[in-house]
Nanobody, 120 residues
Framework: QVQLVESGGGLAQPGGSLRLSCAASGFTFSSYAMSWYRQAPGKERELVARITSSGGTTNYADSVKGRFAISRDNAKNTVDLQMNSLKPEDTAVYYC?????????????WGQGTQVTVSS
């Protein structure tokens, strides 16, 4: 049974930082590209960052480029998202998932996500 458990969200001030973590189980983690998505209230879920199975290549949405960094630890089956210089528009529920690199499609059902709120 596939499980994706996100953690690390919370309240941050504009300009602050948070580090999200996703613990994956139930599939061969090291064989899959992984991704972080977010969904803000009233908006569609959007892809924020993705990383290849080896961790050698990363891609970011333009809105977070230069501020966020995705990384993974294949020994621990975790994928992290370091978020710096946070803005109020980064407020959303953040989710991780395995992703098909070619089609950009997520592979598994969503976990519960972790709430990130950026506010002064």
């Amino acid at each position: 049974q596939v499980q994706l458990v996100e953690s690390g969200g919370g309240l941050a001030q504009p300009g602050g930082s948070l580090r999200l973590s996703c613990a994956a189980s139930g599939f061969t983690f090291s064989s899959y590209a992984m991704s972080w998505y977010r969904q803000a209230p009233g908006k569609e879920r959007e892809l924020v960052a993705r990383i290849t199975s080896s961790g050698g290549t990363t891609n970011y949405a333009d809105s977070v480029k230069g501020r966020f960094a995705i990384s993974r630890d294949n020994a621990k089956n975790t994928v992290d998202l370091q978020m710096n210089s946070l803005k109020p528009e980064d407020t959303a529920v953040y989710y991780c998932n395995a992703i098909n690199w070619a089609t950009f499609r997520k592979i598994y059902n969503w976990g519960q996500g972790t709430q990130v709120t950026v506010s002064s």
